[in-house]
């Protein structure tokens, strides 16, 4: 149990929906990260949050949204999406924005029809 | 941009042999280097990492070696068990100029009972 959660662990959705996928740690860090995950691609990043402050945003789609209500919750909220979205949804936490180790949860897996 | 390159993308060994694991970095500012073992409905989990001022190091049946001058570094696991069987991730982070962890592609290992 590595201390990071993710729900859903599937979702599927149309493109015309709006759904939200949610992550929280128990490990007691100070950053947060979302990647998307594809097959044979390299882990891309997409959202940091420092402190519940977003810190990067790597040229990702106005259809994805995340919030970090406190330091513990994470969500990546979906509306609009495409199907070529559909990946392996990422969280991960470390103790703090420079840290080296990234502590993973087991991922939503999203496909959009 | 930064990238890291790993190769290969699949590799099957029988079970007992060896397996080695490789990935090339670009920026030569990169100074730490984990890599990351994903079995399959997990998320990533780090095994091992080494960081630019030490060449070699070694835990139990794993072990990375790093070479700064041609920004390379590879994984090498001994004695293969069939749980060991899993995609591999390396990665390249730096400490300065941002925090940015930089994964390879990923190998998919297969180790035959």
């Known amino acids: 149990e590595t201390g990071v959660t993710q729900t859903p662990r599937h979702l599927v959705m149309g493109m015309t929906n709006k759904k939200s996928l949610k992550c929280e740690q128990h490990l007691g860090h100070n950053a947060m990260y979302w990647y998307k995950q594809s097959a044979k691609k390299p882990l891309e990043l997409m959202f940091v949050y420092s402190l519940e402050e977003r810190v990067e945003n790597n040229s990702v789609p106005s259809r994805f949204s995340p919030e970090c209500p406190n330091s513990s919750h994470l969500f990546l909220h979906l509306h609009t999406l495409q199907p070529e979205d559909s990946a392996l949804y990422l969280c991960?936490?470390?103790?703090?924005?420079?840290?080296?180790?990234?502590?993973f949860g087991p991922g939503t897996r999203l496909t959009v029809l | 941009g930064e990238n890291v390159e790993q190769h290969p993308s699949t590799l099957s060994v029988q079970e007992g042999d060896s397996a080695v694991i490789k990935c090339t970095y670009s920026?030569?500012?990169?100074?730490?280097f984990p890599w990351y073992k994903q079995e399959l409905g997990k998320g990533p989990q780090l095994i091992i990492d080494i960081r630019s001022n030490v060449g070699e190091k070694k835990d139990q049946r794993i072990a990375v070696t790093l070479n700064k001058t041609a920004k390379h570094f590879s994984l090498h696991i001994t004695e293969t068990q069939p749980e060991d069987s899993a995609v591999y991730f390396c990665a390249a982070k730096r400490d300065t100029g941002g925090f940015k962890t930089i994964f390879g592609a990923g190998t998919r290992l297969f180790v035959k009972a």
């Open positions: 920026d030569s500012a990169s100074n730490y």
């Open positions: 991960a936490s470390s103790q703090d924005q420079g840290s080296d180790t990234q502590y």
